[in-house]
């Protein structure tokens, strides 16, 4: 029987003939068949968390009423948020649930407890529960006591013999004998979507697009390959990517997103922990710091296509990429030729911030309401609240020093009494003082007060602070921040 290309080495839904099954799959199959009993299947994105799942129901193929959904979909997260609510009987599939808020993971964790305490299939909620590595421990902190009541699997990379598998068994159904297969689970690293993906094109450059008449040797060149399938992706995921690395607000300069997705693709990891990152590389360190709390999560906020591509999970701090194939195509991309394309500069200064605010503590609610605009508005600010916990056990004297000195673009300084009176407003002003010549110092004058080293004619913003002034916040955005972004811009 001939077959086609993409009947064998499947991109897109479940492989017929290409399927390998994980070592613990008949127990996985065992736990989806028992009434009631939760399934958690967890594992990095490409390990065939999904596929195996779809595979079990098929071979079940039983009466049970079985619903899959997608946690990335808004519409299914209205539907996972009726199943939490109302309970009804039946076997949900819940896939990416690491993607739902940390309310409705607890409400479903509590179903889940009810339903392991259930033997009866007419009536009970039964839960198969797909997400990336330790959603299965994540549960249980939740709701403690069903850690012996749920089936929690972890579903590994293909080995080299698992890949082998794949390779061999699509090459006899396509009448074709693929050497060097070692290069193939070298380049896919486990992965079996990739590996059917990157087979497809070997085939496909070889020119088989279905069963072949006699057996026939295939070469490839892997690099060349790599290409094609870099390539094939790029149309789907290059829109996300850039908007992505262009931010909220767009500006040449800010480059903290582009950063983190490329330090991300070089690690090796979908899935990783972004303070952890930050402090294993001090090349994108400030970069990192600077929008994980606040900036990283308003930016997915109000990128639709970002956000379908990326997950962050600002209170655990995990940054994720669930799609193997986008993940596969940023490990391969040339980041120099998006550089250019998102518009950025290529800047001989490396700054960990555009701003840095200097300030005295009688007008810390001033300095605050500045930071936190600015943050709205996607600019790379540091104001010292924000960053305590990026610096603890650092001496402050130290990071002032170089925060003021040279990692700031502007320092933008709230001049008044209290900052010449003030320790260390006056240990900053000593370190940003010789960068008034280089016109890198923006005074904000709150009164008439004189400073030694910033001449009284520098061009700055006059601003009464008057917290009585119901309207001190309205004024401040008006008067000082939309000057600020004008000059950043």
Known sequence: MKLNLEE?????????????????????????????????????????????????????????????????????????????????????????????????????????????????????????????????????????????????????????????????????????????VNLIFEEVRGDYWLAQQFCQSICLKAGVMETCDEIIDITFDVADVRRDVVEQLRAAHYPAVKEFCRGKRFRPNNLPYFKLLKAIAESGSSNVELTELANSDPLVRGSINNIKDRRLPILLESKPLAARCFYYNKETKYF???????????????????????????????????IALSFAGENRDLAKHIANQLLDLDVPVFYDEAFESNFLGKAWTKKFREIFADESRYVVVLLDKHHAEKIWPTFEREHFTPRVADEHVIPIYLDDTKFVGIPADIIGVHFKFDQDDPTWRENADREIVEKLIGKLT
Request: hydrophobic share 40%; net charge negative.
């Open 8 to 180: 064998v080495f499947v991109t897109e839904g479940v492989p017929t003939f290409t399927f390998v099954k994980p070592p613990n799959f008949n127990r996985i199959l065992l736990d989806v068949r028992s009434a009631g009993k939760p399934v958690v299947l967890e594992g990095q994105s490409g390990t065939g968390k999904t596929t195996c799942i779809k595979q079990i129901l098929k071979e079940l193929a039983d009466q049970f009423p079985t619903e899959y959904l997608a946690a990335r979909e808004p519409v299914d997260v209205s539907r996972i948020e009726e199943i939490a609510r109302e309970r009804p009987a039946g076997r949900f599939v819940i896939d990416d649930f690491h993607r739902l808020s940390s309310k409705l993971q607890e409400s479903l964790a509590d179903l889940a407890k009810v339903s392991a305490e259930s033997s009866n299939p007419s009536t009970c909620t039964k839960l198969i529960i797909v997400g990336i590595n330790n959603v299965g421990s994540n549960l249980i902190q939740l709701v403690s006591d069903i850690a012996k009541r749920v089936g929690i699997y972890t579903i590994a990379p293909g080995g080299e013999k698992e890949i082998r598998d794949l390779v061999d068994r699509g090459a006899e159904k396509m009448g074709v004998k693929i050497p060097d």
């Open 320 to 354: 994720s990429i669930d799609d193997p194939a986008l993940f596969y195509f940023l490990r391969h991309l040339d980041w120099e030729a998006l550089r250019r394309d998102c518009g950025f500069r290529e800047l001989a200064e490396n700054y960990e911030y555009d």
